[in-house]
C-alpha cells in the first residue's frame, strides 16, 4: 500500500453512501455544522440498489414508506410510479436527494475502506482506503449496510466451470444475457424467488437449487394512479406517524385480534383477502402470527395449501411447501409469479435435502444424484449479514483490538450504535438494532437523528470521547436475546438472522426483534439520561457528568 500523502483530516468520516450514509452526510454536514467525508466503495451512491440489479429486484416495502421521511417537502415533490419499484426507480430517487442536499460534492466514490485505526493518544481514527489514501477524523460512522457483502459459498470445483457465474448482489450493471443459456440458480431466498421468475423468462433452462423451502405471498405489484399518489402526497403526517409508530416501520398497523379471536371461516377469509392484496402485511393479519406457533401454523398452512394448488406437479409442489420454519421466521419474501414459474416446462427443481451439491464442475452443478450440465451459474446465496462489512474491515480500537476479535463469539454493542472498546465509531443499523426487522429507510433515520444528536450533544459540552459501557452492553445483548425468544424467530435455526447461511460465523441472533417504536424510546430515554450507559470524557482523565 503507497502511504505517501498526508492523511486528509476531517471532523467526521462516514463510510457507505447507500440511504444511511446519504442521511448522515447531510445531518452531520448540514444540521451538526461538521467537515464530512463520505467513502464509498461503489462507482456512486445507491448501496444496495448500485449492487443489486439482478432480473427481477424490487424492494419489497411499498414505495410510498421506502424513502426518508426528513424532509416533507422532498416526501411530497418525489413521485413513484410503482408499488414496488425496482432500482432503477430507487436509484433516480437517491440521485434526486444527492442533488437537491447537494451531497455528492462530499462523497468519494470507488474508495473501499480497508483499515480503521483508533489512535488513543490523539483520540481521532485513521482510516484508509485501498489505494492507501488516509484520512483523519474523530468520529467514524459505518454506514456499511446489513446486506452488503456477498456470500458465495465455498462450493468445490467453482474455479473450473467453464461457465460464467454471478452473484446477485454484486450483478453486472449492463445485464446478463441468458438467451440460449441452460441456467442453474443456487438459493431460494427473497433474491432467489424475484429472480428465477425474471431468468426463466428469457432463460433456455432454468434449474432451481433449493436448500431450504420458503414461504412467499404474492407482491400483486402494480402501476401506482393518480388517486394514491394524491393520497400519498396530502398524508405525509399520517403516513409518518404510522412508520414510526409500527414495531416493523411500515405504513401499515398490525392487527390488534389473534389468529384465534375468530372462527375457522373467517380466519380462512382474512388470510384470502391478504393473499390478494398482496405484499407483507401478510404477515399483520393477526398480531400473534409470529409471537404463537399455534397460530403460526394457520398461517403456514394455508401458503403451503397455495403452492400445493398453484404448482402442478404434485411431486415439485411437495419439495416446494416442504417448508421446515415457522412462516416469517426468516424474512419472508414476497413474489410475482414465483410457484407459477415451476409449471413452466424449461424450469427444474432440485431439492438439494434429497440430493446435496458434491462439486462444481466445468460442465454444471454435480449432485449426489447425478451431473446437471449448465451454461451459467447464479448465486443468489445471500450476504454475511450486519457483521460481514464490519468486520472486513481491519477496524482496531482501544489497545488495537481487532472488531472481529472483539466479536469472536458474535457481536456485542450497545443498542447496535456502539461498540465497547471502540470510542467515537458509531453503526448505522447496526447488530442489536432492529434494521433488518424493519422497513430500513425508517430505522436508519432513526439510528442517523440519534448519532447526530450524540455528537452534536458531545461538541456543545466540550466532551471527546463516547463509548458504551461494557456493563451496558452485555445487559443490552441479554435484552436482544430476550426479545428474540419472545417470538418464533431463533426456530428457523439457519437463517441468516442468527449467522447460520455463513460457515462458521457464531450463532448469535444479530437483530433486536422488540419492535422499533419501542427500540426507540429506549434511545431517547438513554439520551435524555445523559447518554445512559455511555461513558463520555470531556478529557482523558475528566468524565462528564450529565
Ligand atoms: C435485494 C435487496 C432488496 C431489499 N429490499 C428491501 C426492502 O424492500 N425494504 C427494506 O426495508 N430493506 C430492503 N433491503 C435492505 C436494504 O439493504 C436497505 O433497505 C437499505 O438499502 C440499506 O441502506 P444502507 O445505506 O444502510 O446500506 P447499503 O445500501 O447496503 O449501503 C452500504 C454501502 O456501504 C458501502 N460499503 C460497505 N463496506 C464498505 C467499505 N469497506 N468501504 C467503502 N464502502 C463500503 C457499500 O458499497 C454500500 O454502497 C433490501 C436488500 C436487498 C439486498
Ligand atoms: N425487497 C425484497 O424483496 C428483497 C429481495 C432480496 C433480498 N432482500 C433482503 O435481503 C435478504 C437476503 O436475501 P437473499 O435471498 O439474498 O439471501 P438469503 O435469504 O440468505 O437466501 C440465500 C439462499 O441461498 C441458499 N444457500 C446459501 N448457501 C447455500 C449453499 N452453500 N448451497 C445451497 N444453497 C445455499 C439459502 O439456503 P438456506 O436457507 O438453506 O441457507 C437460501 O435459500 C432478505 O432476507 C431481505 O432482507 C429483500
Excluded at 437449487?209 to 394524491?230: C, G, L, M, W
Excluded at 405504513?251 to 393473499?275: K, L, S, T
Excluded at 460465523?505 to 426483534?513: C, E, L, Q, S, T
Amino acid at each position: 500500500m503507497r502511504q505517501s500523502k498526508p492523511a486528509t483530516v476531517l471532523d467526521a468520516l462516514v463510510i457507505g453512501a447507500g440511504f444511511a450514509g446519504l442521511y448522515q452526510l447531510y445531518c452531520l454536514r448540514e444540521r451538526a455544522g461538521l467537515s464530512v467525508k463520505v467513502l464509498e466503495a461503489a462507482g456512486d451512491l445507491g448501496g444496495t440498489w448500485y449492487w443489486n440489479r439482478y432480473p427481477g429486484a424490487r424492494c419489497d416495502s411499498e414505495s410510498h414508506s421506502y424513502c426518508y421521511f426528513f424532509s416533507k417537502a422532498l416526501y411530497q415533490d418525489w413521485e413513484w410510479t410503482e408499488r414496488y419499484p425496482g432500482p432503477a426507480e430507487i436509484l433516480r430517487y437517491l440521485h434526486h436527494v444527492a442533488d437537491r442536499f447537494d451531497l455528492k460534492r462530499s462523497i468519494r466514490f470507488g474508495a473501499r475502506v480497508v483499515a480503521a485505526h483508533y489512535d488513543e493518544e490523539e483520540n481521532h481514527w485513521e482510516v484508509t482506503t485501498q489505494d492507501g489514501t488516509r484520512y483523519r477524523a474523530a468520529y467514524l460512522v459505518c454506514a456499511v449496510g446489513c446486506l452488503s457483502s456477498a456470500n458465495v459459498p465455498d462450493i468445490p470445483g467453482l474455479e473450473s466451470f467453464a461457465g460464467r457465474w454471478y452473484h446477485t448482489g454484486e450483478w453486472p450493471h449492463d445485464g446478463v444475457d441468458f438467451r440460449g443459456m441452460r441456467v442453474g440458480q443456487i438459493g431460494t431466498g427473497s433474491t432467489g424467488i424475484q429472480a428465477a421468475p425474471a431468468i426463466a423468462g428469457t432463460a433456455k433452462h432454468l434449474t432451481v437449487f433449493q436448500r431450504t423451502a420458503q414461504y412467499s405471498v404474492p407482491a400483486r405489484n402494480a402501476p401506482i394512479d393518480e388517486a394514491f399518489k394524491h393520497h400519498v402526497r396530502e398524508s405525509y403526517d399520517a403516513i409518518r406517524e404510522v412508520v414510526r409508530s409500527t414495531p416493523n416501520g411500515h405504513p401499515f398497523r398490525i392487527h390488534r385480534r389473534n389468529a384465534f379471536d375468530v372462527g375457522a371461516e373467517e380466519r380462512q377469509a382474512i388470510y384470502e383477502a391478504a393473499w390478494e392484496k398482496g405484499g407483507l402485511q401478510f404477515r399483520a393479519s393477526f398480531r400473534d402470527l409470529v409471537l404463537d406457533k399455534r397460530a403460526n401454523d394457520t398461517a403456514a398452512e394455508f401458503i403451503k395449501k397455495k403452492i400445493r394448488a398453484i404448482v402442478r406437479n404434485p411431486k415439485t409442489a411437495a419439495i416446494l411447501a416442504d417448508i421446515d420454519h415457522p412462516y416469517a421466521a426468516k424474512r419472508p419474501p414476497i413474489d410475482t409469479d414465483y410457484f407459477e414459474t415451476f409449471n413452466r416446462d424449461n424450469v427444474t427443481l432440485v431439492d438439494l435435502r434429497a440430493e446435496p451439491i458434491e462439486r462444481i464442475t466445468p460442465a454444471g452443478i454435480r449432485t449426489r444424484a447425478r451431473e446437471y450440465p449448465l451454461d451459467t451459474l447464479v448465486f443468489a446465496t445471500g450476504f454475511d449479514a450486519m457483521t460481514g462489512p464490519l468486520v472486513r474491515m481491519d477496524i482496531r480500537g482501544r489497545g488495537g483490538l481487532k472488531l472481529g476479535e472483539a466479536w469472536r463469539d458474535g457481536p456485542q454493542t450497545y443498542l447496535g450504535l456502539q461498540v465497547p472498546g471502540f470510542p467515537n465509531l458509531f453503526t448505522v443499523t447496526g447488530p442489536g438494532s432492529p434494521s433488518v426487522l424493519t422497513n430500513m429507510p425508517v430505522a436508519i433515520e432513526q439510528h442517523v437523528d440519534w448519532i447526530t444528536d450524540c455528537i452534536s450533544w458531545m461538541r456543545t459540552r466540550g466532551v471527546e470521547r463516547c463509548e458504551p459501557k461494557v456493563d451496558a452492553a452485555e445487559r443490552w445483548s441479554e435484552q436482544v436475546n430476550e426479545a428474540a425468544n419472545a417470538t418464533l424467530l431463533p426456530l428457523a435455526t439457519h437463517s441468516w438472522y442468527l449467522g447460520a447461511n455463513v460457515p462458521g460465523k457464531p450463532r448469535v441472533f444479530m437483530p433486536y426483534a422488540g419492535g422499533l417504536a419501542r427500540y426507540r424510546a429506549l434511545c431517547d430515554d438513554v439520551a435524555a439520561k445523559g447518554y445512559e450507559g455511555f461513558v463520555m470524557e470531556r478529557s482523558l482523565t475528566a468524565p462528564v457528568r450529565p
